[in-house]
């Protein structure tokens, strides 16, 4: 069966450090990933998504980035971190089901930005 | 672009109580149509889908009719209980499209009292 895994689940960083978030699949090759952001208070932001290795598309313009260096990785960077970064981020998989494309997400990993 | 608008939380209702929880959608095509739920402290989980107008996708005492001439996708439950408290997405994406964005809505809290 597919699975995914987010690490770390809680991270606690000072504003301009940097920051690297992990995302890996198992039991599925080639899957569309995808990181969205779930800040408090607030709805579920898609920030990229990518459907191939070194594939990345970028949703919102800000100072993230995501990488894909092997098929099922998927990993989200900052050089520098800001206060606003804070939220709880969610890496996801999907695939289509029925015609619908349908998301699996992680347990999420919460950043809290001093 | 597409979008998706929900009613605003926090909803709170008895226990049994009937509930709805608006969604409607702006798209061009036939988009796919979701309900992700997502528990205290974990990530989301797929509710239930559906893929054409008209269609019913239900899950746990869960339904919603996909209305194309409405283009509203909300979601129903005749007896909620404790259990259902959780924050309620709406969501949608592209049809039959495996490499595409899928934007959510602004995400409703539900409180279930005893």
């Known amino acids: 069966s597919q699975t995914i895994h987010q690490w770390p689940a809680t991270l606690v960083q000072p504003v301009g450090s940097p920051l690297s978030l992990e995302c890996t699949v198992e039991?599925?090759?080639?899957?569309?990933l995808y990181w969205y952001r779930q800040a408090a208070g607030r709805g579920l932001q898609l920030l990229f998504y990518s459907v191939g290795i070194g594939q990345i598309s970028s949703e919102v313009p800000q100072n993230l980035s995501a990488s894909r260096p092997q098929d099922r990785q998927f990993i989200l960077s900052s050089k520098k971190l800001l206060l606003s970064d804070s939220g709880f981020y969610l890496c996801a998989w999907s695939t289509l089901d029925s015609g619908a494309n349908v998301l699996t997400f992680g347990a999420g990993s919460r950043l809290t930005v001093l | 672009g597409n979008s998706v608008t929900q009613m605003e939380g926090p909803v709170t209702l008895s226990e049994e109580a009937f509930l709805t929880i608006n969604c409607t959608y702006t798209a061009t095509g036939y988009p796919s149509l979701f309900w992700y739920v997502q528990y205290p402290g974990e990530g989301l989980q797929l509710l239930l889908k559906?893929?054409?107008?008209?269609d019913k996708g239900s899950n746990k005492g869960f339904e919603a009719t996909y209305r194309k001439e409405t283009t509203s996708f909300h979601l129903e439950k005749g007896s909620v209980q404790v259990s259902d408290s959780a924050v309620y997405f709406c969501a949608l994406s592209d049809r039959y499209s495996s490499a595409s964005k899928i934007i959510f809505g602004s995400g409703t809290r539900l409180s279930i009292r005893p």
């Open positions: 559906a893929t054409k107008a008209d």
């Open positions: 039991g599925t090759s080639n899957p569309n």
